[in-house]
């Protein structure tokens, strides 16, 4: 049963419906599953078909053989590494009105905050402190960091911190905006798709917001050389298993460096405060699947699993994740940044909390990768 559906009333049409789609997606031979597994070890594409035999005709164990298949091609490539990342939250204003953000504009609960130049350099300095190869800078689209601030900003990171890589994550900007941040000093971008169907994206952004200038932004960001990252989240409200095809489809078609999935996690004061959070389980395996399709992907442990679940973090690691983002904004603000409600950010999610996820990681097998952790492979992987 699908959680948080009404349908669970036994004898209901509906109830009669799902279970019969389910007995025939469920329904996926030993033979073909190996198929498919071997198509993605060989580097190729399933096709729409075969990704949805992936992603909803599979059984408990062979879900699990993905996983562990996953977690050997990662282990394979990266030798059991976890990238860390710094993750500075630099403005909790947004113009934007998402329709499943906590800091979209029209909330009047969320509580904003923006730093300064300054306040940024000094999460920098306690981030190098403690051995941070990448600066996240992420924040809302907010007027007031504007293309002048932010170019400055990367500019003064940049000097002060040459050997550390700069990945921004401040939303949609003109190409040119982009130009200058690159030529400033940032390495690389993380701008989701959100959802490749376009009717779908209309179903979570207001109509000022297109998924087609968004994907505009992710090919611009990768003609200025930037490692890009894209992705989507997984459950949010609407979404089908034909949509994430479509996002599956569009992430072969751009090729990003990075691809960063979660979980959709309902945020009060939302349209969506009343809506049920994303499968952390489909979550996984779409960790597993983007793992045995992009062998060099930087991949995160995100944050919205480590929220819904507390073993989320792990099990992402487990399923072919290779990145996880500690939060090294100022303790003053930390906790309003609030994309979500009970947004995960202290312990072993804090980045002074190296030291835990470093044991946590060992018990795993694993252990923190120093160093600027950039995409190993050449521009996206395979074609
Ligand atoms: N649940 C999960 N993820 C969310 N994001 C924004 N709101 C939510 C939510 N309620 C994600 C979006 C955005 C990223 C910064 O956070 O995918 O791109
Ligand atoms: Fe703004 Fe990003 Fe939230 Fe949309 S998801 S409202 S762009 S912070």
């Not at 976890?82 to 009047?108: A, D, P």
């Not at 290779?322 to 947004?343: C, E, F, H, T, W």
């Not at 996820?357 to 074609?383: S, T």
Request: charged fraction near 25%; aromatic fraction near 8%; glycine fraction near 12%.
């Amino acid at each position: 049963m699908i959680k948080g559906q009404n349908y669970e009333k036994k004898g209901s049409l509906l109830y009669l419906c799902v279970n019969f789609m389910k007995e025939c997606s469920n329904k996926v031979s030993e033979s073909v599953f190996s198929a498919l597994l071997e198509t993605l070890l060989g580097g190729e594409s399933p096709g729409r078909e075969g990704w949805r035999m992936l992603l909803s005709g599979l059984d408990e164990s062979q879900a699990a053989r993905v996983r562990d298949a996953a977690s050997a091609v990662v282990r394979d490539r990266f030798g059991g590494g976890v990238y860390v990342r710094g993750l500075i939250e630099i403005s909790s204003y947004c113009r934007n009105n998402c329709y499943y953000c906590g800091l979209r504009r029209s909330n009047r609960h969320a509580s904003r905050y923006r730093l300064t130049t300054d306040d940024v350099l000094g999460c920098c300095r306690e981030g190098a402190r403690l051995g941070f190869g990448t600066f996240v800078l992420q924040g809302g689209e907010d007027e007031e960091q504007d293309d002048d601030w932010m170019e400055a900003t990367v500019r003064a990171i940049h000097a002060e911190f040459p050997a550390q890589a700069i990945t921004l994550s401040v939303g949609e900007r003109s190409r040119e905006a982009y130009r200058r941040f690159r030529e400033a000093g940032a390495d690389r971008y993380l701008l989701r798709h959100e959802t490749r169907n376009d009717a779908h994206y209309a179903c979570l952004h207001p109509a000022e917001m297109s998924g087609a200038h968004r994907r505009d932004c992710l090919r611009a960001l990768k003609e200025l050389g930037y490692q890009v990252g894209a992705g989507m989240m997984v459950g949010s409200p609407g979404q089908t298993v034909d949509h994430l095809l479509d996002d599956i489809a569009f992430l072969e078609e751009l090729r990003p460096e990075m691809i960063g999935m979660g979980p959709f996690v309902p945020a009060a004061h939302t349209p969506f405060a009343r809506h049920a959070a994303g499968s952390v389980d489909l979550t996984l395996r779409l960790i597993a699947l983007m793992r045995l399709r992009f062998p060099d992907a930087l991949i995160p442990a995100t944050t919205a699993l480590a929220t819904l679940d507390g073993r989320g973090r792990e099990a992402g690691l487990r399923a072919g994740a290779n990145v996880v983002m500690p939060n090294l904004s100022p303790a003053a603000v930390r906790g309003q940044y609030s994309i979500y409600d009970g947004k995960a950010s202290w312990g072993s999610e804090a980045a002074e909390g190296l030291r835990l996820l470093e044991q946590e990681l060992n018990r795993m097998g694993c252990h923190i990768a120093y160093g600027r952790g950039d995409y190993p492979g050449r521009d996206g992987g395979p074609k």
